[in-house]
């Protein structure tokens, strides 16, 4: 049986490994647990703000405990989730300059917790066509003698450093402007409320 490290590098490896691009993604995601990560090239890192990438690490890096294709294709991929998805967050908040996205709350009715911003519906197939066309994915679908996922995660996100991912990455240069640029759109979404009438 490999020891943690064993797979931590197997991961990793997987990781950096074939990348697919999402409208060809499915057959090869697993409907299990795992790791994924999302890959940009060069000019996408620059379109993001992000300067040119050191090397060819991915721009972040998750984990399903269910599913990979339901989290990945369906979630993260998926038009009208940002709300519900820190992916989808984050890349809104780096293309908002580019791309002209606004936050809205995620519950128009009873809108509160700003940091769990939305877009409008316009944005929402926007971000998906822009996700689609230009990010590719790599899974590491989980070992059966993988216990602890999440412990797996923080350590690959330790040895890869992805820029956009925010929790477990202390050590990310990227860390300040990625949540500086989402409580950005967290104020578009209070402020947002504020000229619809809400009290906030």
């Not at 040119?52 to 990945?72: C, F, H, I, N, Q």
């Not at 519906?121 to 602890?148: F, Q, Y």
Request: with cysteine; net charge positive; aromatic share 6%.
């Amino acid at each position: 049986m490999p020891d943690e490290s064993e797979l931590v590098t197997a991961a990793c490896t997987a990781l950096a490994g074939i990348k697919h691009t999402i409208a060809e993604a499915e057959p090869h995601v697993a409907d299990g647990a795992g790791l994924y990560a999302i890959h940009g090239a060069p000019e996408i890192w620059q379109q993001l703000g992000l300067g040119d990438p050191p090397d060819d690490r991915p721009l972040y890096v998750g984990k399903a405990e269910a599913s990979l294709r339901a989290r990945d294709l369906r979630q993260h991929f998926g038009t009208g989730a940002t709300g519900s998805s820190t992916v989808r967050r984050t890349f809104a908040a780096m293309l908002r300059d580019a791309l002209g996205f606004r936050g809205v709350p995620r519950d128009k009715s009873n809108p509160r917790k700003w940091s769990h911003y939305a877009l409008s519906d316009e944005h929402e197939i926007a971000l998906t066509e822009w996700m689609r066309a230009n990010l590719k994915l790599a899974v590491w679908a989980k070992a059966p003698e993988c216990g602890d996922l999440h412990d797996v995660e923080k350590r690959v996100l330790a040895r890869l450093v992805p820029p956009l991912n925010i929790q477990d990455n202390p050590t990310s240069p990227w860390l300040k402007q990625v949540k500086g640029a989402r409580k950005v759109m967290a104020k578009d979404a209070q402020a947002w409320a504020v000229a619809k009438g809400f009290k906030v």
